[in-house]
């Protein structure tokens, strides 16, 4: 039975979407105004849609699975369920109110917001009597206007509240980011339990390099210390006696560090590669 999938149609996570989705082994569309397509290699057909509609077709059973956000996903209270954080489209759900508003307590507040039903069960778990302003869209002009004393918003750097005069306050409500979702209740077909092996492996293929380098045996564990891999590092005796060639995966955030660290404990001919892929 072909495989029904979700994509966000437009902006940024739409194109990371699709690259993820390439990098994974499945085709995309050429052209953006396509809202159907079809890889018949993979028995998947892709549904094109806006990111905030999408847990609501895959929670009432419309669509087999989905990407989206997981704040979308909390703040639909659909019917479904996150399956694989995909590291990308990272972002805060925060308040924010007049850089002079000083402490603010959200009790009798105005607060406007394009996510309710996130903000709503913020409330109710921390009983806050506030009125929650509903908006469609962006949120930050609302103070000015005269429709909200205090506005709650997904802040990815902050730079567009601080433009309006806001500033972020209190704790972070959500932290959020793109995530792979399938309705409640239902066994996973095999190919959607292939298409979680293949985005997962992507996941994990961007976060680590592969590092090779020669190091003497007598330096050998402190090296190997340096970079233990997954399960563990590949050591080969080279044919200089004394010497070995190891292999390793190594965070890629922490590559240029474990370089240097290695270089000081005696490894040479440190070479850096990426990973295309990777089932682990």
Not at 51 to 65: F, K, N, S, T
Not at 111 to 134: C, F, H, M, W
Not at 185 to 204: S, W, Y
Not at 247 to 252: H, I, S
Request: charged fraction near 25%; glycine fraction near 8%; aromatic fraction near 6%.
């Amino acid at each position: 039975m072909t495989l029904r999938i979700a994509v966000p149609n437009k902006g940024s996570l739409s194109d990371a979407s699709a690259a993820m989705l390439r990098e994974a082994g499945y085709r995309q569309r050429s052209d953006p105004r396509d809202l159907t397509f079809i890889d018949p290699e993979n028995d998947v057909e892709f549904y094109y849609l806006r990111p905030r509609d999408i847990a609501v077709y895959v929670g009432l059973g419309e669509l087999d699975a989905g990407i989206t956000g997981r704040d979308l996903l909390l703040d639909s209270g659909a019917s479904a369920t996150e399956v694989l954080a995909l590291d990308f489209g990272k972002s805060t759900f925060r308040f924010a109110a007049p850089q002079a508003a000083g402490k603010v307590d959200l009790a009798g507040k105005r607060i406007a917001t394009a996510y309710p039903g996130l903000v709503e069960k913020y409330l109710d778990q921390n009983s806050i009597k506030a009125q929650v302003v509903r908006l469609d869209g962006a949120v930050e002009g609302s103070i000015r206007l005269g429709v909200a004393d205090v506005i709650a918003d997904v802040v990815s750097t902050g730079g567009t509240l601080r433009q309006a005069g806001l500033s972020i306050f209190g704790d972070v409500l959500l932290s959020s980011e793109a995530i792979l979702i399938e309705r409640s209740g239902v066994a996973q077909a095999p190919a959607f339990e292939t298409i979680i092996r293949r985005l997962n492996g992507v996941v994990m293929a961007r976060q680590y390099v592969l590092v090779d380098y020669d190091v003497k045996s007598i330096d050998l564990e402190k090296a190997c210390a340096l970079t233990p891999g997954i399960e563990s590092p590949t050591i080969s005796p080279l044919q200089k006696s004394d010497w070995n060639a190891v292999r390793a995966m190594v965070k890629r955030k922490d590559i240029n560090r474990v370089m240097d660290e290695l270089y000081a404990v005696g490894a040479r001919g440190i070479l850096v590669t990426d990973i295309h892929a990777c089932r682990l």
